[in-house]
């Protein structure tokens, strides 16, 4: 009998569980702006994206005349992508593919960006030596991540309690502590720096993002899919604690979704 080994099991979920992100690049387009310039992208520059997703970051990157190609692990999500780079009349090519084996030559781009999405690779020293790999010396690594305090480390912490990763997979969140960044690049870089920023998340009320959420967001889908009916009263308790954490950040139908983005400088 064969086995899978934990992690590619775990990939396997995540390429299942990521393919109802789209509505969500609602959200993440505004902060795709913010990371392109904070990446320093320019028009004669090489970038990837990794973990595109739909694209947004990767569109934007074109649309400011740089050469962009995207990765993801998701078909459904690069499908979409590829429409939105026909839609906004930019050529991106779109590969599917996992950050922890990046198919591209070492010393491919000027620039590699990930927003939201290198942090999910369950081995972050596997997913930065790839990144590291595929970037030129004294090219640029920049990548937008959620702090562990701020709404979305603290939804994905409430989820692990349900839903606990394979062992020696890193906690999401600590891509969000600027420490813990600093160790994982170490003396590949210079340059490190880091800057916080929020995006709103338009909110009605917290059961509408949470049920939003169930329906976009893989570990939600997953929660529901593993609790729901067969075992509501555990699904009742994550529901209520994730409401009032909604609440936590909640104004004036919006949610605060606190992100940290980071840049620094390969070595020469
Ligand atoms: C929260 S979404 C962010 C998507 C996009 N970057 C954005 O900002 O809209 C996370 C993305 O990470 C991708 N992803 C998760 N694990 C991955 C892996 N091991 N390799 C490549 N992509 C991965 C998912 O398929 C999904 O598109």
């Given at each position: 009998?064969t086995?899978i080994d934990?992690f590619?099991q775990?990939?396997?979920?995540q390429?299942?569980?990521?393919?109802a992100?789209?509505?969500l690049?609602a959200i993440t387009?505004?902060p795709a702006?913010?990371?392109?310039?904070?990446a320093?992208?320019a028009n004669?520059?090489?970038?990837l994206d990794?973990?595109?997703?739909?694209g947004?970051v990767a569109?934007?990157?074109?649309?400011?005349?740089?050469?962009?190609?995207?990765l993801?692990?998701?078909p459904?999500?690069?499908?979409?992508?590829r429409?939105?780079?026909?839609?906004?009349?930019?050529?991106?090519?779109?590969?599917?593919?996992?950050?922890e084996?990046l198919?591209y030559?070492?010393?491919?781009?000027d620039?590699?960006v990930?927003?939201?999405g290198?942090m999910?690779?369950?081995r972050?020293e596997?997913a930065?030596?790839?990144?590291?790999?595929?970037?030129k010396?004294?090219?640029r690594?920049a990548?937008s991540?959620w702090?562990?305090?701020?709404?979305i480390?603290r939804l994905?912490?409430?989820?692990?309690?349900?839903?606990?990763?394979?062992?020696g997979?890193?906690?999401?969140?600590?891509?969000?502590?600027p420490?813990v960044?600093r160790?994982r690049l170490g003396d590949?870089v210079?340059?490190?720096?880091?800057?916080?920023?929020?995006v709103?998340?338009?909110?009605?009320?917290p059961?509408?993002t949470?049920q939003?959420?169930?329906?976009?967001?893989a570990?939600?889908?997953?929660?529901?899919?593993?609790?729901?009916?067969?075992d509501?009263d555990?699904?009742?308790r994550?529901?209520?604690?994730?409401?009032n954490l909604?609440?936590?950040?909640?104004?004036n139908n919006h949610?605060?979704?606190?992100?940290?983005?980071?840049r620094?400088?390969k070595?020469g």
């Amino acid at each position: 009998m064969t086995t899978i080994d934990p992690f590619t099991q775990f990939k396997a979920i995540q390429k299942e569980g990521w393919a109802a992100f789209a509505p969500l690049e609602a959200i993440t387009t505004m902060p795709a702006a913010k990371l392109v310039s904070f990446a320093g992208v320019a028009n004669d520059h090489n970038v990837l994206d990794v973990a595109c997703g739909t694209g947004v970051v990767a569109v934007t990157a074109a649309r400011r005349g740089a050469k962009v190609e995207g990765l993801d692990l998701s078909p459904a999500l690069l499908e979409r992508a590829r429409q939105n780079a026909k839609t906004a009349e930019v050529d991106i090519d779109f590969t599917e593919g996992d950050v922890e084996a990046l198919p591209y030559p070492d010393a491919r781009f000027d620039v590699v960006v990930s927003q939201f999405g290198h942090m999910f690779g369950p081995r972050p020293e596997v997913a930065l030596s790839e990144m590291l790999r595929v970037l030129k010396p004294r090219g640029r690594i920049a990548f937008s991540t959620w702090p562990p305090e701020m709404f979305i480390g603290r939804l994905f912490t409430l989820v692990a309690q349900y839903l606990p990763p394979p062992a020696g997979a890193a906690p999401p969140p600590l891509w969000g502590e600027p420490h813990v960044i600093r160790e994982r690049l170490g003396d590949r870089v210079v340059n490190l720096e880091f800057e916080r920023d929020v995006v709103l998340n338009p909110s009605l009320s917290p059961r509408h993002t949470r049920q939003t959420f169930e329906t976009t967001a893989a570990p939600n889908i997953r929660i529901k899919q593993e609790y729901a009916e067969k075992d509501p009263d555990t699904y009742a308790r994550f529901n209520a604690s994730l409401e009032n954490l909604i609440a936590a950040f909640s104004e004036n139908n919006h949610v605060k979704q606190h992100y940290l983005m980071t840049r620094a400088t390969k070595k020469g």
